[in-house]
C-alpha cells in the first residue's frame, strides 16, 4: 500500500467526506486527487473502503475500520514526531558503557534525575571491563562513562567526577606496619592495575606477593577476610565502608583520577546532551 493512498483514506475517514478531507490536508489537494487516491487503493485491496450514506458522506465499511484501526495512530502522531524531532526533544533508548564502581557510585543518583526529568528516555546501562571506543565510534554505545588518562583524541568528553586513592587494611591489622602483608591488586590484564601497583609502590614501597581479584567489590572482600591490604579507586569521599575494613585516603601524585563523559560530536545525539545536562560536572 502506498502511503499517499493510506493518507487519502486516513482524512476521508476521520472527516467522514472527500471535500472536507481535502480541505484537512496538511497540503494543497484537490477533491478528485483525494478521491483517486482511495479509489486506486480500493482497487489494489479489492475492496470498497466507504460507502455512501448521503451527498457527501460516507463511512466505513468493516473493511475500512480494519485499515483505519492500523493507520490511524501513524497520521495522528506524525505531526507530533516531526515537531519532537525538528526541536530534539524526543526519546527512546540511551546506550551507556561504564565500570562497575562508576555504575555503583555515580550512576544511581544521575539515573533518577534523569528519570525524573524524561522519562520518554530509557537507559540501557552495558558494565565493561575496559572502555572501548571502538564501540563508540560503530554506534554500539552512545555514551561512555569511565576512567581515562586523557580526553580520547577525536570525542567530546567532560569531567563528571574524581576517583581516590583510598588504602584498605583488615581492622585488625597496624596501618604503618604493612611490610610482609600480602597486597590484594586488580588481574594484571587490567589498566587499572599499573595505575594501583605505581601508587602502592609510591607510599609503600613494592609488595613481597600479591593476590589478584577482578574487581574492587572483590578486592575489599579479600581484604575484609584478612587476606592482605590494597589501594582501591573511589568516588564517594566518605570513602569504602566495608565490615573488618579501615580506609584511609591518599593524598599526593597518582592519588585521583578523572572519570570522563566521553560521546562523539558528530552527529549530534539528542539523548546524550539531555544525559549529559543531568550528569553532575567538575572543572
Not at 14 to 29: D, N, S, T, V
Not at 142 to 171: C, M, N, Q
Amino acid at each position: 500500500m502506498q502511503l499517499n493512498r493510506l493518507e487519502g483514506f486516513f482524512h476521508v475517514a476521520r472527516q467522514r467526506g472527500y471535500a472536507r478531507a481535502a480541505r484537512a490536508f496538511p497540503y494543497p489537494i484537490t477533491q478528485p486527487a483525494v478521491h483517486q487516491q482511495v479509489k486506486k487503493l480500493e482497487q489494489e485491496l479489492g475492496v470498497a473502503l466507504f460507502e455512501r450514506v448521503a451527498k457527501d458522506e460516507v463511512r466505513l465499511t468493516a473493511a475500512g475500520e480494519r485499515l483505519y484501526a492500523f493507520c490511524a495512530p501513524f497520521f495522528e502522531e506524525a505531526g507530533a514526531v516531526a515537531d519532537a524531532i525538528r526541536s530534539e526533544r524526543f526519546g527512546g533508548v540511551l546506550r551507556v558503557d561504564t565500570s562497575g564502581l562508576v555504575l555503583r557510585q555515580l550512576f544511581p543518583p544521575w539515573l533518577r534525575a534523569l528519570r525524573a526529568a524524561r522519562a520518554d528516555i530509557h537507559v540501557d546501562v552495558e558494565e565493561v571491563a575496559l572502555p572501548d571506543l571502538a564501540r563508540l565510534k560503530s554506534g554500539a554505545t552512545h555514551l561512555i562513562v569511565d576512567y581515562f588518562d586523557a580526553p580520547p583524541a577525536g570525542f567530546e568528553s567532560r569531567k563528571v567526577a574524581t576517583s581516590h586513592a583510598w588504602l584498605v587494611v583488615p581492622a585488625d591489622r597496624d596501618p604503618s606496619r604493612l611490610r610482609g602483608e600480602a597486597f590484594v591488586s586488580y588481574h594484571p590484564s587490567l589498566p587499572h592495575y599499573a595505575l594501583q601497583m605505581d601508587a602502592v609502590a609510591r607510599h609503600f614501597g613494592t609488595p613481597s606477593r600479591t593476590i589478584s581479584a577482578s574487581s574492587v567489590d572483590a578486592i575489599l572482600a579479600f581484604v575484609s577476610a584478612g587476606l592482605g591490604f590494597s589501594v582501591v579507586p573511589w568516588l564517594d569521599d566518605a570513602g569504602p565502608r566495608v565490615d573488618g575494613v579501615v580506609a584511609r585516603r591518599q593524598h599526593g601524585p597518582g592519588t585521583s583520577f578523572s572519570i570522563l563523559a566521553v560521546w562523539r560530536a558528530e552527529p549530534r545525539h539528542p539523548l546524550v546532551q539531555a544525559a549529559l545536562e543531568r550528569l553532575p560536572a567538575e572543572p
